[in-house]
C-alpha cells in the first residue's frame, strides 16, 4: 500500500526494482517451504518496510513464480498497473544469484550504462534488493532469478530505453524503492544516462533539446543519431552541469522563444511553474526606449513578442540565443564544450541561433 507526502498530499508509489524484489521474496520462499508469503514485506534502502499483495503464484518442479502489480502512486508512471513477475529456479550449487531478462525486460546493447552489454536491464540496486532479500529466506542462494513484465516491450516504447539501446523491454529501477510523484530526479537520471551513453558511443555532438519538435529541428540541421538527442525537458541545468563534469565537444541546445528566454534570463530549471518568462528582459533586448520595447512589455507570451520583433525587422530569437548561451557558458565554468543555441517557434521553424 502506498502512502501520502505530507507535503503534497501526494500518494507515493513502488519502483520496479521494489515490486521485483518482492516478488523475488515471495518465489524463493516458496521454492524452499512451498508457501508464498502473501502479502509479502520487504525492506527498502532507507529503512522502509511495504507490503505486497501477489496478484499471481505458480510452483512447478524445480521452480516458484510470484507477481505483483506495481503501484506507482499519484506519479504518471507508464509501469503504473504493470504485473510484474519473478520466477525463481535452483541453479548450480556455489553460482550464487544470476539474473535473466523474461519477457518483456530489456537488455543492454550499448555501452556508457551501470550494467555490461548483454546484461538483463536490472539495475544495480534492485539486483543488491533482491540478493539480500533471498539471503535473509536462508538456503544456498543458488538461483537464477528471472524478472519479466506484462507488455514491457511495449511500454519500453514510451521510455528512453530504445535511444539508450536498452532493447526487448523495460529496465528494473530504483534506488531507494520510492516513487515520489512527478519527481524530478527520475528524469535527471535519464539525462545522465543519455550523456553516458552518448560518450561511449564515441559522440562528439550531442543535442539538448526541450520538447520533440525542437529534437526533430536539432536532428536535422545537424544530421545527430538518435543517441546523440538528449531529452532535456525542463532541465537545462542538469545538461549542463553533468557536461560540466562529462564534457562532449559540442553541444547545441535547442527549444521555444519561451523556455529559451528563460534561459537567458538565467534561469537553468525552465518549466512553467518554477519560472517564469521575463518580458522586461525581451523588451531591453529589442531595443530599450523604444516603442517595440514598450509594446513588448504588454505582450501575452513570447512567441507574442517575438512576433513583434519580427514585424519590425527586429532579431529577437538571435537576441535571446546570444543570452541563453551566455547563461550555459557560466554554467559550464570553462569546461571544453562548445555551445551553439537554437531558438524555434511552435511550427519548429528556425528563428535565432548563436555560437
Keep these: ?197 552518448a560518450i561511449a558511443a564515441g559522440r562528439t555532438h550531442v543535442a539538448g533539446c526541450t520538447g520533440s519538435t525542437s529534437e526533430r529541428v536539432a536532428a536535422e540541421l545537424y544530421g545527430l543519431p538518435e543517441d546523440a538527442l538528449l531529452d532535456m525537458g525542463d532541465f537545462a541545468g542538469a545538461v549542463l552541469k553533468y557536461l560540466r563534469r562529462h564534457p562532449v565537444p559540442r553541444l547545441t541546445i535547442a527549444g521555444g522563444v519561451g523556455k529559451l528566454s528563460k534561459l537567458a534570463d538565467g534561469h537553468l530549471d525552465l518549466h512553467s511553474g518554477r519560472s517564469q518568462v521575463n518580458l522586461d528582459l525581451l523588451a531591453r533586448l529589442a531595443g530599450e526606449g523604444t516603442g517595440l520595447a514598450e509594446r513588448i512589455r504588454g505582450a501575452n507570451t513570447a512567441l507574442h513578442a517575438l512576433r513583434m520583433a519580427q514585424e519590425e525587422g527586429v532579431p529577437l530569437g538571435d537576441l535571446v540565443a546570444e543570452r541563453a548561451h551566455a547563461t550555459a557558458a557560466g554554467v559550464l565554468r570553462g569546461a571544453p564544450v562548445e555551445v551553439d543555441v537554437v531558438v524555434i517557434d511552435r511550427a519548429g521553424v528556425i528563428v535565432g541561433r548563436h555560437g
Design 1 to 197: 500500500m502506498s502512502t501520502a507526502s505530507p507535503s503534497t498530499g501526494l500518494r507515493h508509489g513502488w519502483t520496479t526494482g521494489a515490486c521485483a524484489t518482492a516478488a523475488t521474496a515471495a518465489a524463493y520462499t516458496a521454492l524452499l517451504t512451498g508457501d508464498f508469503p502473501d502479502p509479502v514485506t520487504i525492506t527498502l534502502p532507507k529503512g522502509q518496510r511495504p507490503a505486497f499483495a501477489l496478484a499471481r503464484e505458480s510452483l512447478g518442479a524445480g521452480f516458484a513464480a510470484a507477481s505483483v502489480v506495481k503501484d506507482a502512486g499519484d506519479d504518471p508512471d507508464v509501469t503504473h498497473g504493470a504485473l510484474i513477475t519473478s520466477t525463481v529456479r535452483h541453479a548450480a550449487p556455489g553460482t550464487g544469484v544470476t539474473f535473466r531478462a523474461g519477457p518483456g525486460v530489456g537488455t543492454v546493447t550499448k555501452p556508457g550504462l551501470p550494467l555490461e552489454v548483454g546484461e538483463p536491464a536490472i539495475n544495480p540496486v534492485p539486483r543488491r534488493m533482491m540478493r539480500e532479500h533471498i539471503a535473509a529466506v536462508g538456503g544456498s542462494g543458488d538461483v537464477i532469478v528471472e524478472i519479466s513484465v506484462e507488455h514491457g516491450e511495449e511500454l519500453a516504447r514510451r521510455t528512453w530505453n530504445p535511444r539508450l539501446g536498452i532493447l526487448g523491454g523495460l529496465s528494473i529501477l530504483g534506488t531507494t524503492g520510492v516513487v515520489v510523484p512527478y519527481s524530478c530526479s527520475a528524469w535527471i537520471d535519464s539525462i545522465r544516462r543519455g550523456v553516458d551513453v
